[in-house]
């Protein structure tokens, strides 16, 4: 795997919080807490990819299927989550893996600190206790870094999660500039944001990838940009920066 420089996260502010990154093999994550959490995200980190890692050697077919698939009873909670991601957004548990790995160490930080702020690649879990802004990049987009997503902590919990087709190296078979979700559960925003994404390939898909899009139960915003054109439904309030 190729390391891609994630300059973005320069720009990254978060007031009245500690900022710090965590890295242990493929997985990068950015975080911002009331306190500096290094040790316990690593730990953190480190039980979601064991139990991630310990289920695909007795599943392979879930890492490597690009379709909905069915897990035991047995499965790690988290691995649970991506397959029922999967299925809900009709691709493979793999899609969500960055959105259930920034929700899971989300989820056991809260434990030790009120605000927190998971991001991985693009994929982020937020638990905050005053209104916040997650501003969108969208590659050549005139719309790229001048609006942004106003959150406020009644929200959260919950997901932000951006597939794009012209910028980074996830997996995507369309073209978006950007495509942002956002949901109560992060594996799920990410494997939609995977699969909405796929489906714009020109400004002219932007309303069929909408109306696929709220089908997908348990998504509560989606935001679509391609070119200088933007789509969006849901409980979202975009501003501008």
Known sequence: MVYEERTYR????????????????????????????????????????DELER????????????????????AP????DMAHAGRRAHVGPMASVAGAIAEFVGRELMKHSKEVIVENGGDIFMKITRPRRVAIFAGNSQFSEKIALEIEPSQTP?????????????????????????????????????????????????????????????????LIIKEDHIGAFGKMKIVAI
């Open 10 to 49: 320069k720009m990254v502010k978060g007031e009245q919080l500690a900022k710090f990154t965590v890295v242990e093999k493929e997985t990068d994550l950015m975080i911002l807490a009331d306190r500096n959490l290094q040790k316990e995200a690593h730990i953190a980190i480190l039980k979601a990819r």
């Open 55 to 74: 289920y695909i050697l007795k599943d392979p077919t879930f890492q490597k299927t690009l379709r909905p698939h069915r897990v035991g009873l047995r």
């Open 158 to 222: 919950f997901g932000i999660c951006t597939s794009a087709g012209t910028v980074g190296h996830s997996l995507s078979y369309g073209s978006a500039d950007a495509v942002v979700i956002t949901s109560k559960s992060t594996a799920l925003a990410d494997a939609a944001a995977t699969a909405v994404g796929n489906m714009v390939k020109t400004i002219n898909d932007i309303e069929g990838a909408l109306n696929i899009a709220k089908r997908i139960k348990g998504l509560s915003s989606v």
């Open 77 to 80: 909670r988290m691995v649970k």
